[in-house]
């Protein structure tokens, strides 16, 4: 057989989540016990929501981890660029090819035309899907409408009965019924590809051998065959991974877990213990070990030994296999080392120095002062939140709405965040004072303290939203009904 690659595809549109480092895993183990490559491509098609700093974070987040790749955009390799925003033109070839072959077709529809028969099929009880309308235009009428600047899309035609089937290295057999599928677009009218079309000619022309990705995928399947039989590829292997989930079973949201991997980094956990933790997630050694290296697992790695009941990530679980590390793997000395590092990193300190040196008479003061920049979740309970007018209910509004606005910032800077904050409590018509009590206590644990809004800054989001979260639940938290009529109220916000 030639050579096994395996690949990671993230998205840049968000934090590094621990299910993209969970899927790297499993390939890194697989391509590295093989003897072969393990790639990173960046999948940034989508302009609006890709960010550069999001590709930073993910890149950073899985070297941490020790998830090192052999080809990528930031050590290259004899199959780049491998960031899709830098391939545009070979899209563009092979759509060519597939209009030559008549596989895809333009499409003229208005939006207003795709929401109508949207609507349509809704109220018919139908699958939704592409109605084929664009299929019946005849060449002439095509130049025309392209000779009229007419914005289009490209969409793939599709088998109209029968089923597609698939083996599954994990699932074996697997049956989907091409009713179910789309004509999916693959040309955006912006002339960019989507994920399906993309995703498909990479993998094909980075060589991927096996396609290891989470069960979310298993649906587009049908479509990415396809595309390999157009194009006539010899398709990947395609194992899809079962999906990481809530100790509730719900599919792993960080609106019950953390799922940043920047939050388990701030909080202090060791990047061997998170990996050897996503490692549990499905895959067990067979000598049963609870605690083992990536290196470790890889030996005793066999891909189909993967279990497919959804594998619960638990924080606890966590806990106690970090704390494991921590005594088992850690000198006095590594401890105090490695403690240091996280807890003093020269940019860390170079931004809290200046906050606490105003307020402190004798280094003695500083613990008290400044600890919770270095603590998790705090100590605090209802009396702290005690205030003269503000009851409870609306400081856990004011929680809840203040998470909601930081999360939408881009850039996480301190005008920013004080413009968002006090931008809210005019709308909120709270005076600023008060708007920042809840805040002040669920940040630094008390009503008084370093300015809150320098806090959030140095802390960073992922904690600032654990310790937001964490003082709403102590505030007697927001039922499910609560929280759609403050869903209401936000968006009506100015
Ligand atoms: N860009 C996709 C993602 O963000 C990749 C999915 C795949 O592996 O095919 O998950």
Redesign the pocket.
């Known amino acids: 057989m030639s050579q096994i690659r395996t690949r990671i595809?993230?998205?840049p549109t968000g934090d590094p989540h621990v299910g993209t480092a969970y899927i790297a895993l499993f390939n890194w183990c697989f391509a590295r016990q093989q003897g072969g490559k393990f790639i990173l491509r960046v999948?940034d098609t989508d302009q609006h929501r890709s960010t550069t700093q999001s590709e930073h974070d993910i890149l950073n987040s899985l070297n941490w981890l020790g998830l090192t790749w052999d080809e990528g955009p930031d050590c290259g390799g004899d199959f780049g660029p491998y960031r899709q925003s830098q391939r545009s033109e070979i899209y563009r070839q092979h759509i060519d090819q597939l209009l030559d072959k008549q596989k895809v077709f333009r499409c003229f529809c208005s939006s207003e035309r795709l929401d109508q028969i949207r609507q349509q099929q809704q109220q018919e009880k139908l699958q939704p899907g592409y109605d084929g309308h664009c299929l019946g235009l005849s060449d002439e009428e095509i130049v025309e409408k392209l000779t009229a600047g007419e914005p289009h899309v490209i969409r793939m035609t599709k088998p109209e009965s029968g089923d597609c089937v698939f083996d599954d290295l994990l699932r074996g057999e697997v049956r989907i019924s091409w009713s179910q599928v789309d004509m999916q677009v693959l040309i955006k009218s912006d002339d960019l590809p989507t994920?399906h079309f993309a995703?498909v000619v990479d993998d094909h022309l980075m060589q991927i051998s096996h396609?290891i990705?989470?069960e979310e995928?298993i649906n587009s399947t049908p479509k990415h065959l396809l595309l390999y039989a157009y194009f006539d590829w010899q398709p990947p292997v395609f194992c899809h991974m079962p999906l990481l989930r809530n100790p509730d079973k719900s599919k792993l949201s960080k609106r019950k877990n953390p799922t940043s991997i920047g939050y388990y980094r701030a909080m202090g956990y060791l990047p061997q213990a998170l990996a050897n933790y996503l490692g549990m997630m499905g895959w067990s050694m067979p000598s049963g070990d609870e605690k083992f290296s990536i290196e470790e697992m890889t030996e005793a790695f066999d891909l189909t030994r993967v279990s497919l009941g959804g594998p619960i990530f638990d924080t606890e679980k966590l806990d106690w296999l970090n704390g494991k590390y921590i005594r088992e793997d850690l000198s006095d000395a590594q401890f105090a080392e490695r403690y240091g590092a996280w807890a003093f990193s020269s940019d860390k300190v170079a931004k809290i120095v200046p906050l606490l040196k105003q307020r402190v008479e004798r280094f003695s003061d500083v613990a008290g002062l400044g600890g919770f920049f270095l603590s998790g979740l705090l100590d605090i309970d209802m009396d702290d939140f005690a205030h003269k007018t503000l009851d409870a209910q609306l400081q856990a509004k004011i929680l809840q709405f203040s998470l909601w606005r930081l999360e939408q910032l881009q850039h996480w800077q301190r005008d920013n965040i004080e413009d968002t904050l006090q931008s809210l409590s005019n709308s909120l018509q709270l005076k600023i004072r008060d708007f920042l009590f809840p805040l002040f206590v669920a940040i630094s644990g008390k009503a008084v303290s370093t300015s809150v809004i320098e806090s959030i800054q140095i802390l960073g989001m992922d904690i600032c939203r654990a310790r937001m979260r964490h003082a709403i639940a102590v505030l007697g938290g927001i039922s499910k009904k609560q929280a759609k009529l403050l869903e209401r109220e936000f968006r009506d916000l100015s």
Request: a neutral charge.
């Open positions: 595809a993230p998205s999948e994920y995703n396609v990705r989470g995928w």
